[in-house]
T-cell receptor, first 111, second 114 residues
Framework: GEDVEQSLFLSVREGDSSVINCTYT??????LYWYKQEPGAGLQLLTY?????DMKQDQRLTVLLNKKDKHLSLRIADTQTGDSAIYFC???????????FGKGTTLSVSS | GAVVSQHPSRVICKSGTSVKIECRSL??????MFWYRQFPKQSLMLMAT?????????EQGVEKDKFLINHASLTLSTLTVTSAHPEDSSFYIC??????????FGQGTRLTVV
């Protein structure tokens, strides 16, 4: 079945850039997504990228997509303590009916 | 962006009782809603897909009789955890698909069964 993998932890200092990586298996995806989950809260759609794009920039966020390698990354510039959260990479299942999530990357930002 | 409201955000119930969780799409019609469960420090696990006016489709390993899902209208889906046990304690999140740009999530419900 479909699978989405991502590293579990990332620790950075305030002001540095953070890069969270993700790999996926389903090559038929039209969109790929990044979600953010703050402690005790639901998921917030951060950004998404259409599969025919290589890069998408949205303020401090940059998404890079390498379709050949099935690799997706999220770069957060000038990381702030408020960016500390769990970040999930997600992809729709083959039926297109539900999102398949990675295990989430816990981003810890120290001041 | 689209808003999905989930209620309640937290609930504590006694073992053996039932709990209902509501998921509403506030500014769009969602023909399909999804229910996820999240165990501590783990990713989301899809429990079921809820289609308006028809029976929900459950993922393998999810008990249909324990997790009752109803999607009576285009803006409301409910998940009822029946005869709850402590092992049902978890974080439950609903989502609704809006257009082609992604799925929008509720705030989640923290269920604690004592």
């Amino acid at each position: 079945g479909e699978d989405v993998e991502q590293s579990l932890f990332l620790s950075v200092r305030e002001g540095d850039s953070s890069v969270i990586n993700c790999t996926y298996t389903d090559s038929s995806s039209t969109y790929l997504y990044w979600y953010k989950q703050e402690p005790g809260a639901g998921l917030q759609l951060l950004t998404y990228i259409f599969s025919n794009m290589d890069m998408k920039q949205d303020q401090r966020l940059t998404v890079l997509l390498n379709k050949k390698d099935k690799h997706l990354s999220l770069r957060i510039a000038d990381t702030q303590t408020g960016d500390s959260a769990i970040y999930f990479c997600a992809d729709f299942n083959q039926a297109g009916t539900a999102l398949i999530f990675g295990k989430g990357t816990t981003l810890s930002v120290s001041s | 962006g689209a808003v999905v409201s989930q209620h309640p955000s937290r609930v504590i119930c006694k073992s053996g009782t039932s709990v209902k969780i509501e998921c509403r799409s506030l500014d769009f019609q969602a023909t399909t809603m999804f229910w996820y469960r999240q165990f501590p420090k783990q990713s989301l696990m899809l429990m079921a897909t809820s289609n308006e006016g028809s029976k929900a489709t459950y993922e393998q390993g999810v008990e249909k009789d324990k997790f009752l899902i109803n999607h009576a209208s285009l803006t409301l889906s409910t998940l009822t955890v029946t005869s709850a046990h402590p092992e049902d304690s978890s974080f439950y999140i609903c989502s609704a698909r809006g257009g082609g740009s992604g799925a929008f999530f509720g705030q989640g419900t923290r269920l604690t069964v004592v």
